[in-house]
């Protein structure tokens, strides 16, 4: 990869240009690109960063942004997750029936489900890829509750 950049100067950049700057969330054609199945992507940390590391070699794009699995988090609070070789995952049913199964409900640590594989993910892409910002996320509170609840019951 390029020179390892200054984030806050990276900052300051794109806030003083006048064009406007856009970070396309664009993670699957990494995975062709790579040869990989969105399957060995969503399973495997090091198959999911080097498809981010491909898509930064390839495109100028003004920073990298990871492969955002609205299952993720689901699985880690225990939900059913459907896999399939190269369609995004999804979950299965709903892990909640009522409000009293919310104070069940246990915090899960990093290491439940696949969490650990987008950490590493994560982590891999920002050692390599230095000349522009890794944007990693995770799912919001309604959407996880839509997750775990089911979205046309919630």
Known sequence: MKKKINMAEWMRGIISRKDVVAIPVMTHPGIEITGNSVLNAVTDGHVHHKSIEALAAKYPTAAATVIMDLTVEAEAFGAQIAFSENEVPAVIGHLLDSAADIDRLVVPSLHSG?????????????????????????????????????????
């Open 114 to 154: 696949r969490v650990p594989q987008y950490l590493k993910a994560n982590l891999l892409a920002a050692r390599t890829i230095t000349d522009r910002p890794v944007i990693g996320g995770c799912i919001g509170p309604f959407s996880l509750a839509g997750r775990l609840y089911d979205m046309s019951e919630i």
